[in-house]
């Protein structure tokens, strides 16, 4: 059949399934299947119309045979998608629950796998049950090689610095690639966290989809950080079971900023986007097929810090904390595993968003990556202590801070915010402390490794002076 015979069939069955004439649309996209069999656009319409039309054995069959064009074409995350939509309809589809335990094999990346080690493996597993979040684990006492830092630990309480199996240590003298990027401009004045929401959703979602297109040159960083990379088969088949698959329209709002939140969605089919509410409202990043979000959901129980949008009809899957729990509990190394993605999604957006490390070449983001250490500090603790110069630059991941000025509290330090970096450049003590007000689990970079990236680049030390002279 040609070309255009095709396009003459496909609108046919469009128009009548927009009509609502579901026996004629059926009998169309049957024959488009046959025209056409590599192609599984055409078994999930004809599913669709099945849908509208109740004929559930139908749909399943329907929905199974595009399953299998998507693994024949190495697809998985659609093939995993198609999949849960047959075990919403028949939980004891055998073909599809055999094909979910397989399912990783075509979900990897393309290029190489990470040469990582094994992930330590926490003792026993009693607390999973006790903490509702991540951060209600008191790390020290789970994870092998958790050691109080005793230089930071002598005057309060502890300092822990939390081993995820990669941590590197010593020099990075080797980062010294030349950048000839411009100068990064000041930091920008604080701005209000939360702004009112606007009535017309399309109208903004159109107003902020050119500064998405800007902004996903910086958002390949989060590319290469996938969380499934590191699950045994057993255990990528259970989370595929477990997670729920979820639809949205174009123009959806999957969540607000401000929201509460306790999933992580992985995009398996459309985009969507990262809108800081301002004021001004701005888009941040456009996520494609394979991306995730909303991963801080599975460690703390804060608000969500940006609002999600679907920029088109999205298809995603959601891995709520239950689930989670439910892997530690059959392998309690999976916690490594999520404080290492935590971890490595983290630095990327420090690379993103701090003027410093956007200077930096990937292959230097890459070799510094590994040289944040995951710390847990307990109430009372100070990330920075005035007096003395900051041991490094401190990234807060979850918890509460506050900097003092002896009795007199100055200001809030929380999620996402970093302390230290002017201590640390400067070699002056610093005039102020920062102290934990809840637990905090943060990352550290040794105060070494900064001050080398920015003697290495001229266009960090001028940003260092900007800062230093903006905050006098």
């Given at each position: 059949m040609s070309p255009s015979e095709i396009a003459r069939l496909r609108d046919a069955a469009l128009l009548a399934l927009e009509q609502g004439r579901l026996r004629e649309a059926l009998s169309l996209c049957l024959e488009l299947e046959q025209q056409q069999p590599a192609d599984p656009e055409w078994p999930r319409r004809t599913?669709?119309?099945?849908?509208?039309?109740?004929?559930?054995?139908?749909?399943?069959?329907?929905?199974?045979?595009?399953?299998?064009?998507?693994?024949?074409?190495?697809?998985?995350?659609?093939?995993?998608?198609?999949?849960?939509?047959?075990?919403?309809?028949?939980?004891?589809?055998?073909?599809?629950?055999?094909?979910?335990?397989?399912?990783?094999?075509?979900?990897?990346?393309p290029h190489p796998p990470l040469e990582r080690p094994r992930p330590v493996a926490p003792r026993a597993t009693s607390w999973v049950k006790k903490a509702s979040t991540l951060d209600g684990i008191e790390l020290k006492s789970v994870v092998p090689g958790a050691r109080r830092i005793e230089e930071r630990s002598a005057r309060g309480p502890g300092v822990y610095q939390i081993p995820l199996g990669d941590d590197l240590e010593g020099s990075v003298s080797a980062i010294v690639t030349p950048n000839r990027s411009p100068p990064p401009k000041p930091p920008p004045a604080p701005?209000?966290?939360?702004?009112?929401?606007?009535?017309?959703?399309?109208?903004?979602?159109?107003?902020?989809?050119d500064e998405m297109r800007d902004a996903e040159r910086t958002n390949q960083a989060l590319t290469d950080t996938p969380l499934f990379r590191d699950l045994e088969e057993r255990l990528f088949g259970e989370l595929l079971l477990e997670a729920k698959l979820i639809e949205q329209k174009k123009g959806a709002e999957i969540f607000h900023q401000g929201d509460p939140g306790d999933t992580l969605y992985v995009i398996a089919e459309g985009t969507v986007g990262v809108i800081d509410e301002g004021p001004p409202r701005k888009g941040?990043?456009?996520?494609?097929?394979?991306?995730?979000?909303?991963?801080?959901?599975?460690?703390?129980?804060?608000?969500?810090?940006?609002?999600?949008?679907?920029l088109s009809d999205v298809q995603l899957i959601g891995i709520d904390r239950a689930t989670v729990k439910k892997l530690i509990e059959l392998a309690p190394e999976v916690l490594t595993i999520l404080l290492r993605f935590f971890r490595d999604?983290?630095?990327?957006?420090?690379?993103?968003?701090?003027?410093?490390?956007?200077?930096?070449?990937?292959?230097?983001?890459?070799?510094?990556?590994?040289?944040?250490?995951?710390?847990?500090?307990?109430?009372?603790?100070?990330?920075?202590?005035?007096?003395?110069?900051?041991?490094?630059?401190?990234?807060?991941?979850?918890?509460?801070?506050?900097?003092?000025?002896?009795?007199?509290?100055?200001?809030?330090?929380?999620?996402?915010?970093?302390?230290?970096?002017?201590?640390?450049?400067?070699?002056?003590?610093?005039?102020?402390?920062?102290?934990?007000?809840?637990?905090?689990?943060?990352?550290?970079?040794?105060?070494?490794?900064?001050?080398?990236?920015?003697e290495a680049r001229p266009e960090a030390k001028a940003y260092v002076e900007a800062l230093v002279k903006q905050r006098g």
């Open positions: 599913a669709k119309v099945c849908r509208q039309a109740r004929l559930v054995p139908e749909e399943v069959a329907a929905l199974d045979r595009a399953a299998r064009i998507y693994v024949r074409l190495g697809d998985g995350l659609k093939a995993a998608a198609v999949s849960k939509q047959i075990l919403q309809l028949d939980p004891r589809h055998a073909d599809t629950l055999s094909r979910m335990a397989k399912l990783k094999a075509i979900t990897a990346t701005k209000v966290a939360y702004g009112a929401p606007t009535a017309d959703e399309d109208a903004l979602i159109l107003s902020v989809e941040l990043s456009k996520l494609k097929e394979g991306e995730f979000f909303g991963e801080i959901a599975l460690v703390a129980d804060q608000p969500r810090s940006a609002s999600c949008v679907a999604r983290s630095v990327a957006r420090l690379f993103q968003t701090h003027p410093i490390f956007t200077t930096l070449s990937q292959r230097d983001q890459e070799a510094l990556s590994a040289h944040f250490r995951f710390l847990e500090l307990e109430p009372g603790s100070a990330l920075v202590e005035a007096g003395t110069v900051a041991p490094g630059l401190l990234v807060v991941l979850t918890g509460r801070a506050e900097v003092r000025e002896g009795e007199r509290a100055k200001a809030q330090v929380g999620p996402g915010e970093v302390v230290g970096e002017r201590s640390i450049l400067t070699q002056q003590p610093a005039q102020a402390s920062v102290l934990a007000r809840t637990k905090v689990y943060a990352l550290e970079l040794p105060g070494s490794a900064f001050r080398r990236i920015v």
